[in-house]
T-cell receptor, first 111, second 112 residues
Framework: GENVGLHLPTLSVQEGDNSIINCAYS??????FIWYKQESGKGPQFIIDIRSNMDKRQGQRVTVLLNKTVKHLSLQIAATQPGDSAVYFC??????????FGAGTTVTVRA | EAEVAQSPRYKITEKSQAVAFWCDPI?????LYWYRQILGQGPELLVQFQDESVVDDSQLPKDRFSAERLKGVDSTLKIQPAELGDSAMYLC??????????FGQGTRLTVV
């Protein structure tokens, strides 16, 4: 369930494996980044965020990595569960102006 | 837990009719966003408010769309006249500024 570096529109992962979701952001000046999870028919739900003065941040079962050199963001999910099946979006902003979303990745967890 | 409230949840309207969506942000959140999300795509920012002022509306189709936040609290997004291509999910989000944006459940609009 890993794909290093490349953004893919879909990701199929075995339950219990780790997942890596990639995102290329557009503005090199962006200073704040957020990962959202969106389930069908619902609004996006906050997962984790990171500011541009950091390169890694960990939450519960999730880790976000930021590489400003190549404008790349990744979300790692440990021990993927069926409830993690959803569409994942990264979003970026500069000084809280125009929170912009990237293309999503649809994650499907296989039992 | 505080939430962003949106209504209605679903709306079906005929083309050329007017339609309006309402959003009540989390109390104390100065920043309010309206997004449009077409099925299978990411949310597209339509308008951003800081209190009652529009910060950005560069992607708002101003010939038919309007948004207001008169008292800097709740907000209304209007479409007049609606077109078939306006069918989408309309999402509202709010933030304190310098932090995460919280989203409502959205309004699913179908134009027939």
């Amino acid at each position: 369930g890993e794909n290093v570096g490349l953004h893919l529109p879909t990701l199929s992962v075995q339950e219990g494996d780790n997942s890596i979701i990639n995102c290329a952001y557009s503005n090199s000046a962006s200073d704040y980044f957020i990962w959202y999870k969106q389930e069908s028919g619902k609004g996006p739900q906050f997962i984790i965020d990171i500011r541009s003065n950091m390169d890694k941040r960990q939450g519960q079962r999730v880790t976000v990595l930021l590489n400003k050199t190549v404008k790349h963001l990744s979300l790692q999910i440990a021990a993927t569960q069926p409830g993690d099946s959803a569409v994942y979006f990264c979003a970026e902003t500069l000084n809280d102006y125009k929170l912009s979303f990237g293309a999503g990745t649809t994650v499907t967890v296989r039992a | 837990e505080a939430e962003v409230a949106q209504s209605p949840r679903y709306k079906i309207t005929e083309k050329s009719q007017a339609v309006a969506f309402w959003c009540d942000p989390i109390s104390g959140h100065a920043t309010l966003y309206w997004y449009r999300q077409i099925l299978g795509q990411g949310p597209e920012l339509l308008v951003q408010f800081q209190d009652e002022s529009v910060v950005d509306d560069s992607q708002l189709p101003k010939d038919r769309f309007s948004a207001e936040r008169l008292k800097g609290v709740d907000s209304t997004l209007k479409i007049q006249p609606a077109e078939l291509g306006d069918s989408a999910m309309y999402l509202c989000a709010s933030s304190k500024g310098s932090g995460e944006a919280f989203f409502g459940q959205g309004t699913r609009l179908t134009v027939v």
